[in-house]
T-cell receptor, first 117, second 112 residues
Framework: GAVVSQHPSWVICKSGTSVKIECRSLDFQATTMFWYRQFPKQSLMLMATSNEGSKATYEQGVEKDKFLINHASLTLSTLTVTSAHPEDSSFYIC?????????????FGPGTRLTVL | GQQVMQIPQYQHVQEGEDFTTYCNSSTTLSNIQWYKQRPGGHPVFLIQLVKSGEVKKQKRLTFQFGEAKKNSSLHITATQTTDVGTYFCAGRLLGNFNKFYFGSGTKLNVKP
């Protein structure tokens, strides 16, 4: 149990276009979903926290107008990279928490590799 | 910015040697989690520590949470090639409900 999927697994797009990435919890309802960005050989940088039915909370330095997050249901969150540029190329990973308490583990999706030409 | 630091960045060991990675926070943590990420994969949850001074073991892995809840360590006894990967700690700051901040990770390479 506790499987999180991401779609697409990789995407290549032209500069200036928008890309949507989906994160789904397949066999549980996620109270909270998180979006991370990971550069090659580096750690996961938390971008935003997403709660179903409410606005996402963005980390300092993350542009909310550029990285649009929609948490439409307890099993789906989407991240849209608007007007993508080459510097947005990265590995984007989502995670989901099942428990409402503060100590629940995060279940990670497989990640989406975004390459902006 | 991120407030959880981790050392070392890389560790190369001979199979059978021990390995330790350390995680430090400038502020008190509510709890800390450890994850392992294999090359090309995504992070997988290993364990969570909540109590001050807590020690937990999983076979050859020993996890510790400092008394002040500002540091943690992961120790692997007698490493095996299957231990290869990057180990991340993720700390939740006190009063910061929900969010975990990841350490920079320690990449472990085990030579057979």
């Amino acid at each position: 149990g506790a499987v999180v999927s991401q779609h697409p697994s990789w995407v290549i797009c032209k500069s200036g276009t928008s890309v949507k990435i989906e994160c789904r919890s397949l066999d549980f309802q996620a109270t909270t979903m998180f979006w991370y960005r990971q550069f090659p050989k580096q750690s996961l940088m938390l971008m935003a926290t997403s709660n179903e039915g409410s606005k996402a909370t963005y980390e300092q330095g993350v542009e909310k107008d550029k990285f649009l997050i929609n948490h439409a249901s307890l099993t789906l969150s989407t991240l849209t990279v608007t007007s993508a540029h080459p510097e947005d190329s990265s590995f984007y990973i989502c995670s989901a928490r099942r428990d409402r308490g503060p100590t629940g583990e995060q279940f990670f999706g497989p990640g989406t590799r975004l390459t902006v030409l | 910015g991120q407030q959880v630091m981790q050392i070392p960045q890389y560790q190369h060991v001979q199979e059978g040697e021990d390995f330790t990675t350390y995680c430090n926070s400038s502020t008190t943590l509510s709890n800390i989690q450890w994850y392992k990420q294999r090359p090309g994969g995504h992070p997988v949850f290993l364990i969570q520590l909540v109590k001050s001074g807590e020690v937990k073991k999983q076979k050859r892995l020993t996890f510790q949470f400092g008394e002040a809840k500002k540091n943690s360590s992961l120790h692997i006894t007698a490493t095996q090639t299957t231990d290869v990967g990057t180990y991340f700690c993720a700390g939740r700051l006190l009063g910061n409900f929900n969010k975990f901040y990841f350490g920079s990770g320690t990449k472990l390479n085990v030579k057979p």
